[in-house]
């Protein structure tokens, strides 16, 4: 494991200092939990994949002009980032009824809704991150107008720009959550400003992925619902994105980074 300064610790992911001041480096875990991490477990390899999956979503999102957090891959589970203020937002953008929509609204999950529709829940784990309405975002301080504004734009294109990206490998993009940070703009006279930029992570632990032609599920709900074969499906994903080569043969060296690397 690494001998940086551990900043913060998640359910899924570690962030250390950075080498440079403004910077972090993001260590994916093999940790997977649900429901509020009430269920966990340890896939192997699972972090491995999701620092990869989502270095190339990151990536290909910066050259449509999204602003990420993503600087550049370090190895095969750290990423270094630029270090934001995280707003205190998940923000959920769905093209199907699945999840909790579907529960709470009595919708068959599957259903295509009229629309896309961007939800918002509060980053509060004791609470298990309620939905809330744009009206508390605003009433509460959560993020400015603008930062509203531009967060809701930005989900909308990253929509647009991931269902056609997977669209072209076969997958169906259900829904996915991301999160936004403040990014602090300097000049000589120090922090004069804030950029909203996308941070966090998009990986199959945040998105809901199903095959065009079967509806099989590639993403954590296989975790959530017990489906089984969880990393099988991410590394299906990531060699369908042309991120792994051949699957049997990104097997074996997930396995050899897992022993090298911890
Ligand atoms: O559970 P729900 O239907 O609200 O999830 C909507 C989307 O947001 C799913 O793709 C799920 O994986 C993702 N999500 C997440 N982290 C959470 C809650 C939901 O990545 N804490």
């Known amino acids: 494991m690494s001998r940086r300064k551990q900043i913060y610790e998640g359910k899924a992911k570690i962030l250390y200092e950075g080498p440079e001041p403004g910077t972090l480096v993001q260590y994916f875990k093999d940790d997977a939990t649900a429901f509020n991490a009430q269920k966990k477990a340890i896939l192997d390899g699972k972090g491995v994949l999701n620092n990869r999956i989502s270095e190339f979503v990151m990536t290909h999102l910066a050259e449509i002009g999204i602003p990420t957090h993503f600087i550049k891959r370090l190895n095969m589970r750290e990423q270094l980032i630029k270090k934001v203020e995280i707003i205190p937002l998940e923000v959920i953008c769905r093209n199907v009824a699945a999840g909790t929509m579907a529960k709470r609204l009595g919708i068959e999950e599957g259903e295509k809704l009229p629309r896309s529709v961007v939800e918002f829940c509060l980053k509060r784990d004791d609470l298990g991150d309620p939905l809330i309405a744009e009206e508390h975002i605003h009433a509460f301080g959560w993020a400015s107008s603008s930062e509203l504004d531009e967060m809701i734009a930005m989900t909308l294109r ?22 936004f940070g403040r990014l602090p703009i300097s000049n000589e006279d120090g922090v004069v400003g804030h950029q909203v930029v996308l941070a966090d992570e998009i990986s199959p632990d945040s998105c809901r992925l199903w095959d065009r032609e079967t509806n099989k599920k590639l993403d954590k709900d296989r975790f959530r619902r017990d489906l089984g074969e969880v990393t ?31």
């Open 158 to 179: 990253i929509n647009d720009y991931l269902q056609g990206m997977f669209a072209g490998i076969g997958i169906k993009l259900i829904d996915f959550k991301i999160e």
């Open 232 to 262: 099988e499906a991410y590394t299906e994903v990531a060699t369908r994105l042309g991120i792994i080569k051949e699957q049997n043969q990104h097997n074996a060296t997930i396995l050899s980074v897992v022993s090298n690397d911890d």
